[in-house]
């Protein structure tokens, strides 16, 4: 079957990648953007004028240095989807998101997570969980700990964080954090978790005490459970349904937000090793312990889209985290515009 004539579109934005000293063959842009990775070749152009805009050559190059790399589109994949922010590229978002969120259970082997406030149900909880755990390795020291070893090593001492965050990989959280993610708050009570909290964090008991008395005065005084407000208090079930029923114009955004911090973030802690004044500033500020180090300085491959899936779900449900990432985000600018290697670059 011969092979259809490549359009003026895409040959247009062949040759701009070109001016950039990126290569790509016709037969690939139209594989973006049969992948919704680019919008239709209708909307590329300036008006009245054969110049691809420069948004839509920003996603094309995005995508030739990803291709050039060897990679897999991974989370850029998410953020160009959340950025064409097209029906159909929504509904592949909420694909992706809902499978991300699912794959823990699917590789350990569990079909449907059993419902219900039954005996039977809790211990078939427990015995799915015990197959997550299964073969599970821990790192041996959290990131952010190894990151002010590897300072200290070079002569500079990092800020303290402000506030007291455990690390969320210590051996004393895996089973209650399992736990929560199967069966929700209500397989999961306040105390177990303040207790597995004790263990992850020895030196921070008046914090801890403070945790546990903030809890029980708002149960007594209140009626109000606070673990049950957490984004997380419905388990795996609860952020799949926070997925599958948002506003395709929310999802995206979402997404496009924390897929554009999480780029932000890899950026300039490549520039940090010889400008050790940005670690300094990341460091220092809150939103470091409550999304870098546990979300947003994510790995290669599906713990990445896993980390991302997780951070969506909390921008979403937490308005309050959401706004204190877009602050985040604004002081990741200005540490771009204040070491920059390429301006602009974020």
Not at 58 to 78: D, E, N, S
Request: aromatic fraction near 4%; charge should be neutral.
């Amino acid at each position: 079957m011969a092979r259809t004539k490549p359009s003026t579109a895409h040959l247009a934005l062949v040759r701009a990648l070109k001016e950039h000293g990126l290569k790509a063959s016709p037969t690939q842009v139209e594989r973006w953007q049969q992948n919704s990775w680019l919008p239709k070749p209708s909307t590329w152009f300036e008006p009245d004028s054969p110049t691809i805009q420069p948004h839509i050559l920003r996603q094309a190059m995005h995508l030739a240095i990803t291709v050039r790399q060897g990679r897999g589109m991974g989370w850029i994949g998410w953020h160009l989807w959340a950025a064409n922010a097209t029906p159909d590229s929504a509904q592949r978002l909420r694909t992706a998101l809902v499978a991300s969120l699912k794959r823990p259970l699917a590789r350990a082997g569990v079909d449907k997570i059993p419902t219900g406030n039954s005996d039977r149900a809790f211990q078939a909880r427990r015995a799915a969980g015990e197959r997550m755990l299964r073969n599970r390795r821990l790192p041996r020291r959290d990131l952010d700990e190894t990151l002010r070893v590897h300072a200290a090593e070079a002569g500079l001492e990092l800020p303290c964080s402000p506030g007291t965050l455990p690390n969320v990989f210590h051996r004393a959280l895996m089973d209650p954090g399992v736990r929560l993610l199967l069966g929700g708050a209500d397989d999961l009570g306040i105390e177990e978790l303040l207790e597995a909290l004790e263990r992850a964090m020895p030196d921070h008991t008046e914090t801890i005490e403070r945790f546990r008395e903030e809890h029980r005065q708002a149960e007594l005084d209140d009626g109000i459970v606070l673990l049950a407000q957490s984004p997380w208090a419905q388990g795996i079930p609860g952020m799949v349904r926070t997925v599958e029923t948002a506003d395709d114009r929310d999802l995206c955004r979402a997404v496009h937000t924390c897929t554009l911090a999480t780029g932000a973030l890899h950026e300039l802690m490549r520039r940090s090793s010889g400008e050790p004044e940005i670690l300094a500033r990341l460091t220092g500020d809150v939103m470091w312990q409550r999304w870098a180090v546990v979300g947003g300085i994510t790995p290669e491959g599906a713990p990445g889209l896993a980390a991302v899936a997780l951070n969506t779900v909390q921008y979403l449900t937490e308005p309050d985290w959401a706004a204190e990432l877009g602050r985040y985000m604004s002081l990741m600018h200005a540490l771009d515009v204040a070491y920059p290697t390429h301006p602009g670059t974020l």
